[in-house]
């Protein structure tokens, strides 16, 4: 019995191993936030794990406005869903699907879906030209 068992182990093929990073990016491939800001469409995808919006050079979307942190808010991709992350000091305003409109500060987090607006240190209903529209589409 021992030599049987012995000839099953070594006529197994060995798997390949994959990555969970692999694997959660072929699982939300089709995944995508779709952001507008003053006439630029930018796009975010899984894989960018972080997105940066604020005054500082570096963020991924700059925007030069008094009522915009530094470093004001951050899009992850978690759990198969896109979150709004706050990190300012004026809050983050969010209106979801047209829905009311709601305050996010000190890194309170929304997940997105659908379609929205988002002020930075200002609410959805100001039209500034600061303003954002986005689209999240998760399937």
């Known amino acids: 019995m021992i030599e049987a ?4 182990e070594q006529e197994l093929t060995p798997t390949d191993e ?3 990073g692999m694997f959660q990016e072929l699982l939300h491939s089709k ?5 507008e800001y003053q006439g630029k ?10 997105f940066v ?9 700059m925007i030069d406005a008094p009522t915009v942190s530094r ?16 990190q300012s000091t004026n809050g983050t305003f969010v209106s979801a699907n047209g829905g009311e409109e709601i305050c996010l ?7 997105l879906s659908g379609s929205g607006v988002i002020g930075f240190g200002e609410m959805t209903s100001s039209n500034s030209d600061h303003l954002i529209r986005y689209t999240c589409k998760t399937a």
Do not use: C, W
């Not at 470093?71 to 992350?85: D, P, Q, S, V, Y």
């Open 53 to 61: 919006i604020g005054r500082n050079d570096d963020s991924e979307l």
């Open 18 to 20: 994959i990555n969970v």
């Open 5 to 8: 068992y012995e000839k099953n």
């Open 71 to 86: 470093t004001h808010a951050r899009f992850i991709f978690r759990n198969g869903k896109f979150i709004l992350i706050d």
């Open 105 to 111: 500060m000190s890194e309170e987090e929304f997940p």
């Open 31 to 35: 995944a995508r936030l779709q952001i």
């Open 41 to 50: 469409s930018i796009e975010m995808i899984p894989a960018q794990r972080v």
